[in-house]
């Protein structure tokens, strides 16, 4: 989620200071239908093998959302800058971009479209899991992934049905990188990378179906997800493609949730040199991934009830989450993660605090971030600790 560009840091005054600013005041109803708002989160980081001991801002958010019985909408905009793990820049907003940007039109309480900067409807929604810090799906460019084009919705009892077509990955925002997006998306890798490609999604059209079903005591829900696209290299001027297949299922008894999900992607590009890699980039920072491969996610979580510590912590979530990535490359060392977690509400604040653990991962203990999804890193279980504290209004 982050690019590893370390600093050892401290600002313990963020914590009074997200308190202060715990105010409904903040929130801005303009009107029965528009409603303006944001976040303000800080992060602290901990991996005593790297000598990383941080607490500091982590970004600021703006959001608008729009809801009537016919017209919908939203919009949010993310900046980063001047804390770790961007301490190579200055200031707060010199990294900075869009996560969303659309206008809907509501046919019916059943139908709807949306139009713009959206979510592609594929696979486990809106995330592959309970945590914050995502899955590997993230990284590999499946997972909590928005791009320009329009997106159809549609609810017929228990089946869910959506479609999209895309015509591009997001515009870049700001930064100091060719990956200056929110999602994980193809990308002209940056000097940095070696054996990086130079290519460009577009025409990215994606299909997904869910039903809902009772089996026993689990509310459940299946579903299959399909996307296609085309990569057209910068170098060879050569069309490749991007496939990818998913099939998910989410299920909910009580307090447990169990969510799991199988995919595979394919992608063909037209590099002048080996197609078996392909440069993605995001959050200012690019990498390589391997071009085939398939990702398997699997997550448990426990909803605690109640109110606690003088009904001061509430929402209580405990989750375990593991997902991987194996190479079709046989040279290829296979990427994996696991995340033990727990979120919860501290009075106006909302917290994750997660366990990562990481094999060939990019963003964990300081594994090779340009190649631990392509070839392999370190080869070697790393950790860290992680906690996200956030005022959201």
């Given at each position: ?158 089946w869910n049905l959506q479609a999209g077509y895309y015509l591009r990955p997001a515009w870049q925002g700001k930064g100091t990188s060719n990956g200056r997006t929110y999602s994980s ?102 990498f390589n991934v391997a071009s085939r491969g398939s990702l398997y996610v699997a997550d448990l979580s426990y909803d605690v009830d109640g109110k606690h510590l003088f009904d001061q ?81």
């Open positions: 989620m982050h690019t590893l560009r370390p600093r050892p840091l401290c600002h313990l005054a963020l914590l009074p200071l997200l308190g202060s600013l715990a105010a409904p005041a903040l929130a801005v109803q303009v009107s029965d239908h528009l409603d303006l708002g944001g976040a303000l989160r800080a992060r602290w980081d901990y991996d005593p093998d790297r000598d990383i001991q941080t607490f500091n801002f982590d970004t600021a958010i703006l959001s608008a959302k729009y809801s009537s019985d016919t017209w919908i909408g939203a919009a949010k905009y993310r900046l980063y800058g001047g804390a770790y793990p961007y301490r190579y820049t200055d200031k707060v907003g010199e990294v900075a971009f869009a996560e969303s940007a659309w206008i809907g039109y509501r046919f019916n309480p059943e139908q709807q479209v949306q139009v713009g900067l959206n979510q592609i409807p594929f696979g486990l929604q809106p995330y592959f899991g309970s945590t914050f810090f995502e899955t590997l799906g993230n990284v590999v460019g499946l997972e909590d992934i928005s791009q320009v084009g329009a997106k159809y919705i549609q609810d017929n009892g228990n998306v193809v990308s002209s890798a940056d000097s940095y990378v070696a054996d990086g490609s130079d290519n460009r999604e577009r025409n990215t059209l994606v299909l997904r179906v869910a039903k809902a079903v009772q089996w026993g005591d689990w509310r459940s829900e299946v579903g299959v997800s399909g996307l296609s696209s085309t990569l057209k290299n910068n170098d060879t001027h050569h069309d490749g493609r991007r496939n990818a297949l998913a099939l998910h299922y989410l299920g909910k008894h009580g307090p447990w949730g169990v969510q799991l999900q199988a995919a595979r992607q394919q992608m063909s590009p037209r590099n002048p040199g080996s197609d078996e890699l392909v440069t993605l980039g995001g959050y200012d920072g690019t912590v509430s929402g209580i979530k405990l989750y375990a989450n593991y997902s991987a990535f194996d190479k079709s490359a046989s040279a290829y060392k296979s990427s994996q993660r696991m995340i033990l977690g727990s979120s919860f509400s501290v009075g106006p604040l909302w917290v994750a605090s997660e366990w990562l653990l990481g094999k060939n991962d990019p963003y964990i203990g300081g594994s090779s971030y340009t190649q631990s999804l392509g070839p392999g890193g370190s080869n070697q279980w790393e950790n860290q600790l992680y906690v996200n504290i956030g005022y959201y209004f």
